[in-house]
């Protein structure tokens, strides 16, 4: 699985907190590195789900979602949708469901054209559709993190680095809900320690408050940023300390709501 510069130096952080060690924080200057060498620090939803995979296997087809709308006209709620799409890329390959993969497939690619990303975007999807058929699910762990990337990099070569900032918002966003609703659903004192991540949302909560005017005062992005203040205080358990399932529940909910607003379509957006 290829694992991103800036999300590998968070990956410790989330296996430690699953084996029930304290969770260690970035050092400032690994910050400060993470932010020049890759612009974030957000791990991939397969690094999130990797950390679940411990101690107990996860409902994978029990997360699955119904389709969501794929012509929004906010670029911004374009970008965290498609980065809630990816993560659902990796849910069905975590389920090993390769009609689900190829379905997702199709929507990633549609949500990415209408961002104009590059040629090697759409070409990833029938890449995916390909390792889906002959059921590599190795391979498609990888092609999804190289699709992730391929996004990233044709946006950031437009100027577009705040809607780059928005897909692994996205995918964050949702891979902590299924991380979240897994705990709830089958809660283990380990596993829910991966939920501590106060120094995570911040960072997230400081890179959305940056962002170009635009892009900070889009109504969505507004509600997600507030929304964003709330699940920090729900996520800073004390160290070494395993939340209750109650606030699991706590952290689900704000997260699940979170991600119906970003998939919702309304008149005038």
């Known amino acids: 699985m290829i694992i991103g510069r800036t999300a590998l130096l968070l990956l410790p952080v989330l296996v430690g907190a699953l084996v029930g060690a304290e969770a260690p924080r970035l050092a400032p200057e690994q910050m400060a590195k993470a932010a020049r060498t890759d612009t974030i620090t957000i791990p991939t939803p397969g690094e999130l789900f990797a950390a679940l995979q411990k101690p107990g296997k996860p409902n ?16 911004a709620q374009i970008a965290l949708n498609l980065g809630g799409l990816i993560a659902d890329g990796f849910i069905a390959v975590e389920a090993q469901d390769s009609q ?10 549609k949500l990415a054209k209408a961002l104009g990303v590059s040629q090697n975007v759409l070409s990833r999807g029938n890449s995916i559709n390909d390792f889906a058929e002959t059921n590599q699910w190795d391979s498609l762990q990888e092609e999804l993190e190289a699709t992730q990337n391929e996004v990233k990099n044709s946006m950031q070569s437009h100027s577009d680095q705040d809607l780059v900032i928005l897909v692994s918002i996205g995918g964050w966003i949702r891979g902590t809900e299924v991380v979240s609703g897994s705990v709830a659903a089958n809660y283990d004192e380990r596993s829910a320690k991966v939920l501590r991540q106060p ?32 699940l920090e205080k729900l996520v800073a358990f004390p160290p070494g300390k395993s939340p209750s399932i109650d606030d699991v529940k706590k952290v689900s909910g704000v997260v699940t709501e979170m991600m119906h607003e970003i998939q919702s379509k309304t008149d005038g957006r």
């Open 100 to 109: 689900q993969v190829k379905n997702i497939g199709s929507d990633v690619i």
């Open 199 to 230: 120094a995570l949302v911040n960072f997230i909560h400081a890179k959305l408050s940056d962002a170009s005017p635009e892009v900070r005062n889009d109504p969505l992005v507004k509600n997600v940023n507030d929304q964003l203040s709330t």
């Open 60 to 75: 994978w087809t029990g997360a699955y979602r119904p389709p969501i709308p794929t012509s929004y006209k906010s670029r």
